[in-house]
Structures are given as structure tokens and as C-alpha cells.
């Protein structure tokens, strides 16, 4: 039973979730990079916000699926799925608010485009805020999945190239 | 096809979190300039209070504008942010791991009854 089609399914399948574990690990470092302004200076902290905000783009894209699926399970008797689903709106509602305040906000990066605006309290406010919530939900947003990274982590550990696992 | 119709679906969504966003910025009044003087057409405005207190804490060095060299930077506000990820992780990991064994124990017990 493992002719060709099946090999090469398979490979897909491992290539994607390869794909979503480094974009994840990823999001992971440059978010925790991206919080610690006295680590990094505002300049790199701006520069990794925007960017951050494209990798975002690109991780709610590759599991719309799941975001679609779970949203149809919503009414489903089963509270974990549920829960995973309100932690990770959550997350999306602050994250994007975090960056797109961080953009409004921004004193370097977008004086560099040449682009100004104008300084609101109102915006600096909203940043602190939304990234203080989105550094207690990333980690819990990380945890739900632990048995996933572990899997994936241990896989790949054990993983030899031209070997189809 | 599949993936730049999620793409557009996906921003969508976050345009309208922005969206929201503004709105709420202008219901609360908060699209102006903070503390801010200047209103006039042409004119630019005075820096806010926080900018000011912003450009304070840059010059007394609080705040960098570069980082001299990424590895010589304030390298304990970075082992902060860790510890708050590792330590809020480890809870929800342990509260999982509880309450699967408490499962995984109630299920047994049912099969034994």
C-alpha cells in the first residue's frame, strides 16, 4: 500500500506541517524579540511589528481551514475545541491591534518611509495594552498545542533527508 | 486559488478589527494629538506630553533608538519576557496534563464499572 500517490501525499502533508511548525517557532522569537523594547531598540522593535504582521498574515492564512471548521462547531457539545477557539480570537483581536497601534505610534520606521503622524495617546494606550495581553496569550496559545510541538519537535529530530517518515 | 482566497478572507478580518479600532479611537475622542497644541491647518502641532517624555527617556538612555550591537543590549528585559512566556506556559501545560490524567482516570474507572 505505499505506491507512489501515497508517498507523495505524504510528503506534501510533511512539508506543510515542517512549513507551520518553523512559521510558528518563528512568530514565537520575533514576537518575544519584538516585546522586549529595551532588548531589541525601537528601531529593530518597529521593523519586527511590521513584520511580524506579514508572517501573521501568512500563519491565519495557512489554518483558515481550522478557523473555519471550529467556528461550525461552535454550537457542538466538547468545551476544549471552544476554549482554543476563544483564546486564539482573542489573540487575533489583540495582536492586530497591537500592531496596527504600533504602526500609528511609530517614531521611526514610518518617518523613514516618509510617512508622519501625528502622536496620539490615545494609540500609545491601546499598544501598551494590547501587547501586555498578547504576551499573556501567546504563551497559553503556544501550551493548548504543546503535544503538537513536541510531536513535531521529536519528528523532526529523528528526521534524515530522503527518508519519507 | 485556495490560499489567496483565505488571504483575502484573512484581511478582511483584520480590517475589520481595525476598523472597529478607529471607530472606537474617534468614539472616544482619541485620534487627536494627546496633549498636543497645535490645531491649525497648515501649522504643525506642538509635541505631545508623551512624546516629550518619550524623547526624555531616550536621551537619559532608557530607551534605545539603536541597539549598539543586538547582543549588548538590555539583555534582561529579553530573559524577562521569557520567563512571563515559560512560566504561563508551564501552567497551562501542567492544568492540561491534570486534567487529562483526571480523564483519562474517570474513563477507566467507567470501563471497570
Request: aromatic share 6%; with cysteine.
Amino acid at each position: 500500500m505505499t505506491g507512489p500517490p501515497v508517498t507523495v501525499s505524504r510528503r506534501r502533508i510533511m512539508a506543510r506541517t515542517r512549513l507551520d511548525f518553523w512559521l510558528d517557532a518563528l512568530l514565537l522569537v520575533a514576537y518575544t524579540l519584538a516585546y522586549s523594547l529595551g532588548f531589541t531598540g525601537i528601531a529593530v522593535h518597529e521593523w519586527l511589528g511590521i513584520g511580524l504582521g506579514v508572517v501573521l498574515l501568512v500563519h491565519l492564512t495557512l489554518h483558515w481551514d481550522w478557523v473555519i471548521r471550529t467556528t461550525r462547531k461552535l454550537l457542538l457539545p466538547g468545551g476544549r475545541e471552544r476554549f482554543i477557539w476563544l483564546v486564539n480570537l482573542l489573540l487575533l483581536v489583540s495582536m492586530t491591534l497591537c500592531i496596527a497601534s504600533g504602526i500609528l505610534i511609530s517614531e521611526v520606521a514610518l518617518p523613514e518611509l516618509g510617512i508622519t503622524l501625528r502622536a496620539s495617546s490615545f494609540w500609545r494606550n491601546v499598544h501598551d495594552t494590547t501587547a501586555t495581553v498578547t504576551l499573556i496569550l501567546v504563551p497559553i496559545h503556544a501550551a493548548l498545542r504543546w503535544r503538537w510541538i513536541v510531536g513535531m519537535a521529536r519528528r523532526f529530530a529523528s528526521w534524515r533527508p530522503g527518508r519519507s517518515r | 486559488m485556495r490560499f489567496l482566497r483565505h488571504l483575502a478572507a484573512v484581511v478582511l478580518t483584520v480590517a475589520i478589527i481595525v476598523a472597529l479600532g478607529m471607530l472606537w479611537a474617534h468614539a472616544s475622542g482619541g485620534t487627536g494629538t494627546g496633549g498636543g497644541t497645535g490645531t491649525g491647518g497648515g501649522l504643525k502641532a506642538a509635541p505631545s506630553r508623551e512624546v516629550l517624555q518619550r524623547l526624555e527617556q531616550v536621551k537619559t538612555g532608557a530607551i534605545k533608538i539603536q541597539s549598539d550591537d543586538g547582543f549588548q543590549a538590555n539583555t534582561g528585559n529579553l530573559v524577562r519576557t521569557c520567563e512571563i512566556e515559560a512560566v504561563l506556559a508551564a501552567v497551562v501545560i501542567t492544568v492540561g496534563s491534570i486534567r487529562r490524567r483526571n480523564r483519562r482516570m474517570r474513563r477507566s474507572a467507567g470501563v471497570r464499572a
